[in-house]
Antibody, heavy 118, light 107 residues
Framework: QVQLQESGPGLVKPSETLSLTCTVSGGSINSHYWSWIRQPPGKGLEWIGYLYYSGFTNYNPALRSRTTISAGTSMNRFSLKLSSVTAADTAVYYC????????????WGQGTMVTVSS | EIVMTQSPATLSVSPGERATLSCRAS??????LAWFQQKRGQAPRLLIY???SRATGIPARFSGSGSGTEFSLTISSLQSEDFAVYYCQQYSNWPLTFGGGTKVVIK
């Protein structure tokens, strides 16, 4: 059974880079597409971008200039980097797997809260 | 960007009653639509994909319908564990977008 787990700092200073890792247990990223999604406190969901294991990526235009999603050196991890963060980037960040090709998200991590504050 | 609009924002329902949630897309997404349930402090859970297909392990009381721009999620007989926030999401066009959610509360 595939499970996802996000990890990374819970507090990031303004203007710095947010870095998170998603670890896939019970499987690898050598299949499926993998996305990052975030949810500000009390608000809705925003898709950030996806990765295919080959290295192909696609990002939300609203965040593209600041976002990098990449595969880890081991084939069961992928990461998110979001640069020049502000308080507006404070959110719960989720990693998720696309069910088939680029369709619905069928498996989600539990999420990790990241606060941007000095 | 395709804008997804959900209504109502809050739905008050008694246990055992039927609930119908709506989702409208600003342009056609064909059947490329999913529904998620999110409980407080938890990650979203996939309920429905391809507009009307139930995900693995989802009870038959959840059903989805629609295509193009108009979609609905029906919960035939609400159980206590169904009170949550529900989101629709399109995966027809980039960027992938979610509706603002419908909160189902106990009447």
């Amino acid at each position: 059974q595939v499970q996802l787990q996000e990890s990374g700092p819970g507090l990031v200073k303004p203007s710095e880079t947010l870095s998170l890792t998603c670890t896939v247990s019970g499987g690898s990223i050598n299949s499926h597409y993998w996305s990052w999604i975030r949810q500000p406190p009390g608000k809705g969901l925003e898709w950030i971008g996806y990765l295919y294991y080959s290295g192909f990526t696609n990002y939300n235009p609203a965040l593209r200039s600041r976002t990098t999603i990449s595969a880890g050196t081991s084939m069961n991890r992928f990461s998110l980097k979001l640069s020049s963060v502000t308080a507006a980037d404070t959110a719960v960040y989720y990693c998720a797997r696309h069910k088939n090709n680029l369709d619905a998200f069928d498996i989600w991590g539990q999420g990790t809260m990241v606060t941007v504050s000095s | 960007e395709i804008v997804m609009t959900q209504s109502p924002a809050t739905l008050s329902v008694s246990p055992g009653e039927r609930a119908t949630l709506s989702c409208r897309a600003s342009q056609s997404v064909s059947s490329n639509l999913a529904w998620f349930q999110q409980k407080r402090g938890q990650a979203p859970r996939l309920l429905i994909y391809s507009a009307s297909s139930r995900a693995t392990g989802i009870p038959a009381r959840f059903s989805g319908s629609g295509s193009g721009t108009e979609f609905s999620l029906t919960i035939s007989s609400l159980q206590s564990e169904d009170f949550a926030v529900y989101y629709c999401q399109q995966y027809s066009n980039w960027p992938l977008t979610f509706g603002g959610g419908t909160k189902v509360v106990i009447k």
